[in-house]
Each structure stands twice: as structure tokens, then as C-alpha cells.
């Protein structure tokens, strides 16, 4: 279900609730639903329609344009005058319920001008104006809350938009640093890594700035980007890369799992060395889990986070898009890195 039929559906329900209210606490309420017939309770009803119209004005013209331009003094005019006439329609009928119920002949022109006035001014005054200014404060409250999370989205936009600009960078200077490499061996197989720079650099140019992408797209990120480092240290490093699970209609973050994987490459390969590299991704019907496992081949006191990059930057992404939705475990030993990432998919 989409949010734009959510808030209508929303809007519906609240409607119906709200013009239940006087059903309810009705002092004649029974469920033959004489009561319907009942002018005074006609009159309730008139008034809690005259004021669900009121939310609506309120909610999509008075706060918006007037009330969230900081014009107070019109808001405050427009405040009042639909009191006025809100109390004078519903006082209308009240007064013809009046007359009919006590069968007395409607009084003369001008007293009849006069009591109405009065009425307005302490009758309806009394009666009414609690639950106007209930409307009122409700859909304040609301407006103000849709503003805190209209700047709270905002703000989690800019950061992510912050994170990525901090990744491309990233991730074009270590993947160039690995073609360099081949270059400097003269390797004949620097056409090929070429060829999978450009599935890469494809991939960051048109998924990288959205929000969720299809999981396979990040995952043949990192295919090219695994293919790519065994072009560059050749039998050096032994990789075991698996996919397990139905990865179809499933989305995740751009260049989330992949900076795991580039870290392992990264801060657990040494070209003088023997090294081994494992990468599991299992998707399930509401779960990714990611593991990725590197035995220690290069000094480092703080594997991932190099100069504000990698685990930081990962940890803050999680947090804006996964809040209360991951779980990323770590293992630092002596003699090997390793993380478990679990994420529940949306």
C-alpha cells in the first residue's frame, strides 16, 4: 500500500471517528437509534460536521499560508471569523429547535436579532468554543509534528547526500589504484579490469545517489569489484564469494555492503603473502546477512576506519536508513577481521 493511500485511507477513518463522537456520548443513545430523530442531537451533529470542515481549512489553507508564513494576525482574523459563523449556523438551528420543541411562535423581527447575538456571545460561547479550540490545538500539533519530520528527512537526505560524496571519491581512487597497479606489471589482463572499471563506474554513476536499489545490482557491484582485485594479486589471495537466497524484488542502500568487501581487500591482502578472503551474502524472505572474513596480512591499528572513512561512514548510513533494523557485529583478533551484518529489508 502506497503512502499516498495510506494518508487517505487515514483521513477517512479519522473523519468517521471523529463524527462518531456525538453518537456516542449521546445522553439519548440507544441502538434503536431513535435518538437520530432528535433535534438537539441534529444540532450536535451539524457542529461536528461545521467543525471537521474547519480541520480541513485549517490543515490544508490557514497554516500553511498563514500560520507557517508567520502571519499571525490573519491567522488570528481567520480564527475568529469562522467561529463567528460556525456559532451562527449552528446556533440557527438550535434556535429553531428551540421553537419547536417549546411550540412557541417565533418572537418579533428585532428581538429575534437580538437573541441571536446574545446567544452567539454566551450560549454558543460556552457550549462550542471547547471543542473549536480542541480542533484548533489538534491540527496545530499535527502541522507541527509534519514540520519536525519534514526537517528531521531533510537532514537525514543531506548526511546521506554528505556520505556518498565521501564514497565516490573513495571508491574511484582505490579502484584506479588497482588498475595502476596491473599497469606497473604490465599486465596483459589491463584491458579486462578496464572493462569491469566501467561496470562499476556505470553503477555509481546511475545507483549510487538513490536511496534503495535492487540487492543484485549492489551485488554485481561487488562482483566486478572481487574480479577486478584477483586481476591485481593474481594467486596471492584465494577468494570464496556466495550468494545464497532469492534476491529478486529485494532492495537495499548503494555501496553499503560493498565497503566491507573493499576493506577486507584492502587491510587483508599482501602480494608477498598467502591471504584468504570470504564473502557470504544469504538473503531471506525479510533478512540480508552479510559475512566477510579476512585473515590479518598488514599492520594496521584501526582496520576499517582509515581517515574518517569505511566503518564510520557505514555506521552513520545504517543508522539514518536501518534505524533499529541492523545489527552489525565485529571480531578483531590477533590473526583475523571479521563482521557480521544482518539487515531487515523493507
Not at 579490469?193 to 562499476?200: H, N, P, Q, T
Request: hydrophobic share 45%; net charge positive; with cysteine.
Amino acid at each position: 500500500m502506497s503512502n499516498a493511500t495510506k494518508n487517505i485511507l487515514t483521513h477517512i477513518l479519522g473523519g468517521i471517528a471523529f463524527l462518531m463522537l456525538p453518537i456516542i456520548f449521546s445522553p439519548d443513545f440507544s441502538f434503536t437509534f431513535d435518538f437520530i430523530k432528535h433535534r438537539d442531537f441534529q444540532h450536535e451533529i451539524l457542529y461536528f460536521l461545521l467543525l471537521l470542515m474547519f480541520f480541513y481549512i485549517l490543515y490544508y489553507f490557514l497554516i500553511p499560508q498563514l500560520f507557517n508564513q508567520k502571519k499571525y494576525l490573519s491567522f488570528i482574523l481567520s480564527i475568529l471569523f469562522f467561529y463567528i459563523i460556525f456559532s451562527w449556523i449552528s446556533n440557527l438551528g438550535h434556535h429553531y429547535s428551540f421553537i419547536e420543541n417549546n411550540q412557541m411562535p417565533p418572537p418579533p423581527r428585532h428581538m429575534k436579532h437580538t437573541n441571536l447575538i446574545n446567544s452567539i456571545l454566551f450560549h454558543e460561547f460556552n457550549h462550542h468554543l471547547f471543542k473549536f479550540l480542541i480542533v484548533l490545538v489538534s491540527a496545530l500539533l499535527i502541522n507541527n509534528n509534519n514540520q519536525l519530520k519534514k526537517i528531521a528527512k531533510e537532514k537525514v537526505d543531506a548526511e546521506l547526500s554528505f556520505l556518498k560524496a565521501q564514497i565516490k571519491p573513495h571508491f574511484l581512487f582505490n579502484t584506479l589504484n588497482s588498475i595502476y597497479s596491473l599497469a606497473i606489471q604490465k599486465s596483459s589482463e589491463v584491458p579486462h579490469a578496464i572493462a569491469l572499471f566501467s561496470v562499476m563506474l556505470r553503477y555509481i554513476t546511475n545507483e549510487a545517489h538513490k536511496n534503495f536499489i535492487p540487492i543484485n545490482k549492489e551485488l554485481g557491484y561487488i562482483s566486478s569489484y572481487v574480479g577486478l582485485q584477483k586481476l591485481r594479486f593474481e594467486n596471492t589471495v584465494k577468494v570464496e564469494f556466495y550468494v545464497e537466497g532469492s534476491t529478486d524484488e529485494r532492495e537495499i542502500a548503494p555501496l553499503l555492503l560493498s565497503t566491507f568487501v573493499e576493506n577486507a581487500f584492502k587491510y587483508g591482502v599482501n602480494p608477498e603473502k598467502k591471504s584468504i578472503i570470504k564473502i557470504s551474502v544469504f538473503v531471506s524472505e525479510s533478512e540480508l546477512c552479510l559475512t566477510v572474513f579476512n585473515n590479518k596480512v598488514l599492520e594496521q591499528n584501526n582496520q576499517i576506519n582509515e581517515g574518517g572513512m569505511g566503518l564510520d561512514n557505514v555506521k552513520k548510513r545504517l543508522a539514518l536508513l536501518y534505524p533499529n533494523l541492523h545489527e552489525l557485529n565485529i571480531n578483531d583478533d590477533k590473526e583475523s577481521y571479521s563482521i557480521l551484518l544482518k539487515i531487515k529489508l523493507k
